[in-house]
């Protein structure tokens, strides 16, 4: 009773002072009528004095912990309200931040359940997601986007058809994961042709059986040679293998060529849906170098920025194919990569095949198709470019607004070629040598082990003299294994010291 | 033979009709007879007189400032304008169902741009005061077959702060007049019955530039950006927007599914697009243009704002198109949301994407048909005819013209 009777009066004050001053004089009446308020307006008027002392709103904090202790009804709610929310109110704490008790109703509001003033913030006990409800939430997104894509997205989208030749090799999980991945979250129906140089192994059947995608992995008799010319003519064959066997299963749909290190964006899979029978894409080419030659950065810095080269359809004013965007090899005469560990630079073909779509129906042997599409078996793999596929080059069709867009990217790296890793990479068993790391996290080694060493480090100083070069990873070079291996360490590390004094 | 002719006729009508369904890109009408008025022509279903004030009370003020053609509190600007060139304007009062007084009270402005009330009903007086005596019009009725466009935070009761906003009332010369006002909240002083509420002024070009292709995928869940907390005015928190804006951030600030943040992002408008509910709590006033964005933009709105009435509610069934959470139940809202079967949000986002629905939201230059200033006629039509009883005796009184606060007597 005491308590809402301050309350009271503390909030008769709240409501009519805000922002205003004199506010003693409205409440003082509400106070005297109780006895007992008297002694109570004292003791606010005290706290009032305290808090302009200390800065903060002491009385608040009495009020915290008088309601903490009391029942915590009050706080919130209206009279009228109790009922309705007394199920509820475990869902809100005892204290969140800012509990202040409501101000007194408004005279003038009369059946409004909305108070003015001051409100608390209720927080709940637990402030982060809820499992439970993300997946909902992502649920729900998933059912939004299908039906966007339903509504504006392409209609009556055709089945898409991935040939990619591959062949085993250190980074082909690498590349061919990357590929896998993105096929998984193609929304469309996807057939995937997977053409092995070598053969069918494991290895690639293990990986792409991870999909979970319709594959078809057929393998190629003939081993990948290590030049770049070479394995681009095993490609092109591959590509064309993969090709009769759309052309013997008469699969319907649209044929692309994910060629197995390229990158491809989402938005590529939207586009081939508007082929009509030939059409081309611009692609990116990332031709790195490993060791970047001097005069390629010093033309690289005269430009501004330098644009990545790009292939593929090239649009007059009227968006109608003018011709084509090819890679300018000059600048690389000479600096590229021949075989396929080479530290240089890996050029692209002049057009890659990796840009080129086609309808599925140009391959079938019967059928309504252009007439200027060659039959397939009756090229021998001996064709430069995809263009070779048709007699004429005009009747491509520029997609990705006319080539401005970039769908995919070209890029080739690969390992050396004597390079091992394990089968599948599973290392099984598990290691049980233990190599030391060139920094390990623990602090220095003492600084007197050095002295008991001298003796060692002279007899140590034609390998110390070869070791200079690379001083600076030695010197750092801790590691807490005893005797033999960590002589020759403590051994430099003392070397260090002493050249330094 | 005949009941074959009959056959070939239904069928044929019905082949029509699919025809036709098939055509519309899956939006749905508002059924009902909800829907059906936002298409109304309120053309000659009503005439307005504008009456000519001096230029002191429109003009001269909107030159000193030129920013508010472009705040959210622009529609009485536009409204003059519309009304000064619309078919519905008659220029002779005595065949006029409807008065319209062209006062921009809204244009006193600071520095930072938001408009100051103090001024507002002293200039109102003034206006009302110089109609009165020029014209017989407003003493025949004592206003009440006029209205008035009063976008301010609490409308007619001229302040920004609630609470003296209610002490205020509704300025007592504007009692009997209709209020076309953009707040709106049930049971409350300044809102009189009969006041017709309209959306906050959004500029209409800005958001037609800056549409994104509609298979852009929505990704994002909840979508908020604006004060939490009203460091300026309101520094504890707890009096701003009621605590629920602040709730909303302490409760919801670890979650991913909900992008919420006090930034300006310049894709603010992009973002909203691919978002599949946007939040629209209450701010210092219950409403905000986040509601019209968020129709504009196809985003669910959200509306966290207790007893608040919507704009032009009899014309559009706000509970089917938008979300309803309570402020108590903040705390809840991630459970709320992702509670709602899919089905409906996809039925939400139809209703959305009636254009109707998003021109009814706007005040274009020049009009366009079904858009807000018709959807304001529409409301004044359906008020029509005036009832007998509004005309006054000669000589009768109702309103109490030195009713109010001693500073808004002063002359202006």
Redesign the interface.
Known sequence: MKLSALQQSYLGRRSNSFRSSGPLDSSSDGAFKSPAAGFWLVLHGLSCLISLLLGFRFSRLVFLLLSTSSTYTSPFHSPTELAKTLDIRSVIPADPVGNVPLPFPNKTATNSRVVVGRHGIRIRPWPHPNPVEVMKAHRIIERVQTEQRLQFGVKDPRKIIVVTPTYVRTFQSLHLTGVMHSLMLVPYDLVWIVVEAGGVSNETASLIAKSGLRTIHVGFNQRMPNSWDGRHKLETKMRLRGLRIVREKKLDGIVIFADDSNMHSMELFDEIQNVKWFGAVSVGILASSANIDETVVEKRGEEENPRMPVQGPACNVSNMLAGWHTFNTLPFAGKTAVYIDDRATVLPRKLEWSGFILNSSLLWKDGDKPEWMKDIDTLDGDIESPLDLVKDPSVVEPLGSCGRRVLLWWLRVEARADSKFPPRWIIDPPLEITVPSKRTPWPDTPPELPSHEKPVIRIQEPIIKRTTKTRTSRSKRRSKRKHDETRTDRGTTGFDKTLQN | MRKWFWGFLFIAFGFVCSIAAERN??TERISGSAGDVLEDDPVGRLKVYVYELPSKYNKKILQKDPRCLSHMFAAEIYMHRFLLSSPVRTLNPEEADWFYTPIYATCDLTPTGLPLPFKSPRMVRSAIQLISSSWPYWNRTEGADHFFVVPHDFGACFHY???KA??R?ILPILQRATLVQTFG?????CLNEGSITIPPYAPPQKMQARQI???T???I?VYFRGLFYDVNNDP????YA???R??VW????????FDISTEHPTTYYEDMQRA?FCLCPLGWAPWSPRLVEAVVFGCIPVIIA??IVLPFADAIPWEEIGVFVA??D???L??I????P?EV??RK?RLLANPSMKRAMLFPQPALPGDAFHQILNGLARKLPHQKSIYLKPGEKILNWTAGPVGDLKPW
Do not use: C, M, W
């Open positions: 890109p899956r702060q609630e609470e209610i002490e009332g909240q049930r049971n409350h002083v292709p509609l298979d995928p929505r990704s869940f504890e928190g707890g009096y009621r605590g629920a602040a709730a302490e409760n919801f600030k670890n979650n991913p599914l599949i207790d007893d402020e108590e903040v705390p809840k991630d459970t949301l992702t509670s709602i899919p949000i996809l986002q």
